[in-house]
């Protein structure tokens, strides 16, 4: 399954918990840049960061597992 396929799925799993309409549009990336050096993995080169998202968030995601819909 592609990554469109897999949005479009996703999207129709979400739907169920609502009634009215999700609006979502899926379109393929059109640019995209990779961030430089300095910019990857920034939270963990600087942990007092500015990011505002609390650190027990991503330790949360991190240890996430995929579960497909």
């Known amino acids: 399954m ?16 609502y009634h009215n309409p ?8 059109k640019n ?3 961030a430089e050096e300095y910019h990857q993995k920034y939270l963990d080169k600087d942990p007092g ?3 505002h998202i609390g650190i027990d968030k991503f330790e949360k995601a991190k240890n996430a597992t995929y579960h497909k819909l």
């Open 49 to 51: 960061g500015y990011c």
């Open 32 to 34: 995209y840049y990779k």
């Open 22 to 29: 999700i609006a979502i549009e899926v379109l393929p990336l």
């Open 2 to 17: 592609d990554d469109g396929e897999t949005i479009i799925e996703s999207v129709r799993e979400l739907q169920k918990r």
